[in-house]
């Protein structure tokens, strides 16, 4: 473990210089640059609110609040698996050119979701104010959840970009199962609103979880349970410690299809 350990630090300036390469790469030739994390969350959560809030018509008090908690944790998952999905393809000439640690790549990606992720964050809190919502002591907890969903996004990322080097279908299925995942997340609705066996399928997605603790800390001022940290430590923890045991598996033989 140790020499893990030493290999990461070694190499943690590279790590560097790729998050900020991904940051760059992302928002460049962009007039607006990063604040379009801020802004993109904002637009959609105004469209949302609006067209749900009148055609479904759900009781639920600050609904623009829960809509936008509810983007800012399913955007990050689906951009950061999405780019760690791809990380070793494009990454391909420079893993031929000399030796680098491949699970930088994927964790570069996480890393600089991570960054828009606290973007994110500064609209919802502006909305929080806009809105005259009360800032809970609860708030300060939120990086609880926040941790679960960053360990399960690089399980996912790492089984992904294992996977995608010798499938490339995997790019165009993964954007399906990303958007019927969205609507397998309680985003834009209550969980209550669901009929019984649909509730239970809810349920067992891992974001749901995730995101009940964000909403329970930053909204109701509620202290999560328990219960939901151990459901949440279970299903990121396994799924990390799955997407290792693929990557590794898998990341001496990508040189052979990159």
Request: glycine share 4%; charged share 10%.
């Amino acid at each position: 473990m140790s020499v893990y350990i030493q290999n990461f630090l070694k190499f943690r300036p590279l790590l560097n210089e790729l998050v900020a390469r991904d940051i760059k790469i992302k928002y460049r030739r962009s007039v607006l640059g990063v604040l379009w994390t801020l802004l993109n969350p904002l637009f959609m959560m105004i469209i949302l609110s609006v067209v749900f809030s009148n055609i479904f018509r759900f009781e639920i008090e600050n609904y623009p609040l829960y809509i936008l908690s509810g983007q800012v944790v399913f955007n990050f998952f689906s951009d950061a698996t999405n780019g760690a999905m791809t990380s070793i393809i494009n990454s391909g000439p420079l893993i031929k050119k000399v030796y680098v640690p491949k699970y930088l790549f994927v964790i570069s990606r996480i890393f600089s979701s991570f960054i828009n992720l606290m973007a994110s964050f500064t609209a919802l809190l502006l909305v929080m104010v806009a809105t005259r919502s009360e800032l809970h002591w609860s708030v300060l907890l939120v990086p609880v959840p926040l941790l679960f969903l960053v360990v399960l996004s690089t399980g996912v990322g790492l089984i992904l970009s294992a996977i995608t080097v010798k499938f490339r279908d995997i790019v165009h299925l993964y954007g399906v199962f990303t958007t019927a995942l969205m609507y397998l997340t309680p985003v834009i609705y209550p969980i209550t609103q669901l009929p019984e066996w649909l509730r239970k399928l809810v349920e067992l997605n891992p974001l749901t979880n995730i995101l009940s603790m964000v909403r329970d800390v930053m909204i109701y001022n509620h202290i999560f349970s328990p219960m939901s940290v151990i459901i949440a430590i279970v299903e990121s923890f396994v799924m990390l410690v799955l997407g290792l045991y693929v990557f590794y598996k898998k990341q001496d033989s990508f040189i052979l299809s990159i």
